[in-house]
């Protein structure tokens, strides 16, 4: 059975950072070692979108084009845990955040929700301006 357990939300000055982590359990490297995990985010009406994504094969990451240079996506294989640092938040990025994970790597590694089979329960980030 595969978990992911998010932790590090909360609620932040405008211009604050945060950092949320993402500790799996269960999951097995879906091929030799390389895995494809996500950060996604959803606010109150509004659809789940990718925010970064992390192949770590070759340690590439993606980023949703709004989000790049705020945001880093990075893993530490040794602690199955997988990152998200957000820098300079602004009003608009609070959501509920979501880490979620690949069972196979068709379609590359890409922050698209559809792709994405195991998902965590999400941690709450808030903003205040």
């Known amino acids: 059975q595969v978990t992911l357990v998010e932790s590090g939300g909360g609620s932040v000055q405008a211009g604050g950072s945060l950092r949320l982590s993402c500790q799996t359990f269960?999951?097995?490297?879906?091929?030799?070692?390389?895995?494809?995990m996500g950060w996604f985010r959803q606010a109150p009406g509004k659809e789940r979108e990718g925010v970064a994504s992390?192949?770590?094969?070759?340690?590439?990451?993606s980023y949703s084009e709004s989000l790049k240079g705020r945001f880093t996506i990075s893993q530490d294989k040794a602690k199955n845990t997988v990152y998200l640092q957000m820098n300079s938040l602004r009003p608009e990025d609070p959501a509920m955040y979501y880490c979620a994970a690949k069972d196979r790597l068709t379609g590359g590694c890409w922050p698209n929700p559809s792709e994405y089979k195991y998902w965590g329960q999400g941690t709450q980030v808030t903003v205040s301006s």
């Open positions: 269960g999951y097995v490297y879906v091929i030799n070692g390389i895995n494809c």
């Open positions: 992390i192949y770590s094969g070759g340690a590439r990451t």
